[in-house]
């Protein structure tokens, strides 16, 4: 899915209606969608003082129950697959490097095969059966991916360390970190944003619906590659 200025300007509408934003506050969330990440550029941007981002972005987080801005893109995020007007039309030429750690290997083969129909297979995937031996895996490797895929279900391993590890290392905190996950708890979501993760999504139950959601990760995630 390639999204237009046009789409992502109706998605922030659309979100700021859903939860009650002023106009302030959308702008300020705009300015945070569009890669403006920090209380300084943003008000630089919209002329306002950083004390009053600060302000807004309080407000909003408490509008929507969550405490981070890591955590308001992954709302950001999870609203646009939520939306049932996107349609699956990417087309970019890049090659795309992804870092899948998924114990679950009928889940995992699912994954892969959505990722080629999205890519029309324009993808390099390389898989880890545990988080353990993740960090090792980006240490060793040649070239970073661009996205990782981490499940949050797998035994007698602690993803959060792991999330914590990656979003700790300069040369790795860049990267997007989708954590995939057969609950929605609510302690355990908090928990995955205030460690950095991008997106904290549950597992899609079917195919199509898995073709939709990596599709829009991808998009999002591949133009916003930048710690919160």
């Known amino acids: 899915m390639k999204t237009s200025t046009d789409d992502t300007q109706q998605a922030i509408e659309a979100f700021t209606k859903k939860y009650n934003l002023t106009r302030r506050e959308k702008d300020i969330f ?10 300084e550029g943003i008000a630089k941007s919209l002329e306002i003082s950083k004390n ?10 408490s509008k929507i129950g969550i405490t ?10 999870d609203f646009l697959i939520q939306g049932e007007e996107i349609i699956v039309t990417s087309t970019q030429n890049k090659v795309l490097r992804i870092l899948i750690a998924e114990d679950d290997t009928e889940f995992k083969n699912l994954m892969i095969k959505a990722f080629n129909k999205i890519r029309n297979n324009g ?13 090792a895996h980006l240490e060793e490797s040649k070239s970073l991916p ?5 499940n949050n279900n797998i035994p007698d391993s602690d993803e959060f360390s792991i999330l ?6 300069k040369s790795l905190e860049h990267i997007p970190v989708i954590m995939f996950s057969k609950s929605h708890d609510q302690e355990e979501i908090k928990k995955a944003y205030s460690l ?8 899609p139950s079917g195919f199509k619906s898995l073709v939709k959601v990596l599709d829009i990760v991808i998009d999002y995630w591949e133009h916003n590659s930048y710690p919160v």
Do not use: C, M, P, W
């Open 30 to 39: 705009s300015q945070l969608v569009l890669k403006n990440v920090t209380a």
């Open 196 to 203: 950095g993760v991008n997106s904290y999504l549950k597992k």
């Open 68 to 77: 981070s801005k890591s955590e308001l893109l992954g709302t950001f995020v």
């Open 52 to 61: 009053t981002v600060r302000i807004h972005f309080q407000n909003i987080f």
């Open 123 to 135: 993808i390099d995937i390389s898989d880890v059966n545990d988080t353990a031996k993740l960090i």
């Open 164 to 169: 914590k590890d990656i979003k700790n290392q």
């Open 146 to 150: 661009d996205l990782i895929v981490l």
